[in-house]
Nanobody, 115 residues
Framework: QVQLVESGGGLAEPGDSLTLSCAAS????????MYWVRQVPGKGLDWVAS????????YYADSVKGRFSIFRDNAKNTLYLQMNRLKVEDTARYYC????????RGRGTQVTVSS
C-alpha cells in the first residue's frame, strides 16, 4: 500500500534552516507530482510547494517563495523540502502528499520555529 513517511522536523530559531524528507513506497514515485502541505492546529491544510515527477516543474506558495526549495530523488523514492530563513509563522505540521489538497498524505513532521 501507499506509504509516505516524513522526517526531519524539529525545533528551530528564526533564521535557521531545516530539511524535511519524505520516504515514499507502494507506488511508482516518479510518475507522480508530489506536494508539501502544512497545517497549524485549528486551521486547514495549506499548500506549500509542488514538484513534477521529473523534478523540473516547481511551484511555491507566496509565503515560502525564495526561502523554501522542494526537490526529489527518484532513485531513492524520496521527496525533500529545504527550508531556509525560517520564520515563526512557518511553525506547523508538515506533510508530504500525492495530491495538492493533502488528502493522500503521510503522518507529518512537526516544525516549530521559536526564539
Amino acid at each position: 500500500q501507499v506509504q509516505l513517511v516524513e522526517s526531519g522536523g524539529g525545533l528551530a530559531e528564526p533564521g535557521d534552516s531545516l530539511t524535511l524528507s519524505c520516504a515514499a513506497s507502494g507506488f511508482i514515485f516518479e510518475n507522480y507530482w508530489m506536494y508539501w502541505v502544512r497545517q497549524v492546529p485549528g486551521k486547514g491544510l495549506d499548500w506549500v510547494a509542488s514538484v513534477s515527477g521529473n523534478g523540473h516543474g516547481l511551484y511555491y506558495a507566496d509565503s515560502v517563495k525564495g526561502r523554501f526549495s522542494i526537490f526529489r530523488d527518484n532513485a531513492k523514492n524520496t521527496l525533500y523540502l529545504q527550508m531556509n530563513r525560517l520564520k515563526v509563522e512557518d511553525t506547523a505540521r508538515y506533510y508530504c502528499s500525492r495530491d495538492i489538497n493533502g488528502k493522500d498524505r503521510g503522518r507529518g513532521t512537526q516544525v516549530t520555529v521559536s526564539s
